[in-house]
């Protein structure tokens, strides 16, 4: 019985050195904030990896966006690394999309993107109804 009760502690005492090491491997936190023309956080934004599939949403309430690592969709991690070049697409409806490049520092990693509002330019000749057009396989009886 004490031989069990010390293979416990002993494994409990490994777990616990192990455990920083395990928090050395993390990488480097980054953090984007997207902000519109005045300085005020864009809730809708998002942020995407170029050689990433997914799109990630920013903080509804601060327009931030942190991460220390981005999973690739052939399944490898993207880990950030002192020293890396960060290349991020950042884009929000009614805005013109944007591409960065970042180089990853020890500490603070803290960059603010600001997004220009689309124009768009409306005439009084472009306001007509769209026209659309549905095709038909089989005529309709009686119409020709």
Known sequence: MMNLWKTIALSVGLMT????????????????VVV???GAPIPTAV???PAEADRHRVNTSNGEWTTDVLYLPDGSELIFEKGMDLTLEIS?????????SYQIRKR???ATVQL????????????????IQF?????I????
């Open 141 to 144: 009886d009686g119409a020709e």
């Open 116 to 131: 220009e509002k689309m124009s768009v330019i409306l005439e009084d000749d472009e306001m007509d109804d769209p026209v």
């Open 36 to 38: 519109d023309q005045a």
């Open 108 to 110: 603070k990693n803290r």
């Open 47 to 49: 942020i995407r990896h």
């Open 92 to 100: 929000a409806p009614g805005y013109v999309t944007q591409k960065i």
């Open 17 to 32: 050195l192990s455990a920083p090491a395990l928090a050395g491997d993390l990488g480097l936190d980054v953090t984007i």
């Open 135 to 139: 095709g038909r396989d089989k005529p």
